[in-house]
Nanobody, 114 residues
Framework: QVQLVESGGGLVQAGGFMRLSCAASGSSFGGYAMAWYRQAPGKQREFVAGITGGGVTNYVDSVKGRFTISRDNAKNTIYLQMNSLKPEDTAVYYC????????WGQGTQVTVSS
């Protein structure tokens, strides 16, 4: 059974940066597409960024040019580098496999103050 553990969140001022990590245990995700999602208070969980097994990336329009998703298959970990953060980026961030849909981790809280 795959377990996903997100980390790296915290409080940052608008314009700042943060790097999130997502580590998977119980299975190798080297060949799988992976993605980051977020859920803001009172809103549905939304897709933020995805990366294929081959390293092709895609992003929701609101983060294009500011966020970068990457992966280290040897470490079974994906990352989300977030720059030029905005208050509207405040949310709990999660990772998952968009095709299989593993059990969600606990997420990591990102709070951007204005």
């Amino acid at each position: 059974q795959v377990q996903l553990v997100e980390s790296g969140g915290g409080l940052v001022q608008a314009g700042g940066f943060m790097r999130l990590s997502c580590a998977a245990s119980g299975s190798s995700f080297g060949g799988y597409a992976m993605a980051w999602y977020r859920q803001a208070p009172g809103k549905q969980r939304e897709f933020v960024a995805g990366i294929t097994g081959g390293g092709v990336t895609n992003y929701v329009d609101s983060v294009k040019g500011r966020f970068t998703i990457s992966r280290d298959n040897a470490k079974n970990t994906i990352y989300l580098q977030m720059n030029s953060l905005k208050p509207e980026d405040t949310a709990v961030y999660y990772c998952n496999n968009p095709s299989i849909g593993w059990a969600w981790g606990q997420g990591t809280q990102v709070t951007v103050s204005s």
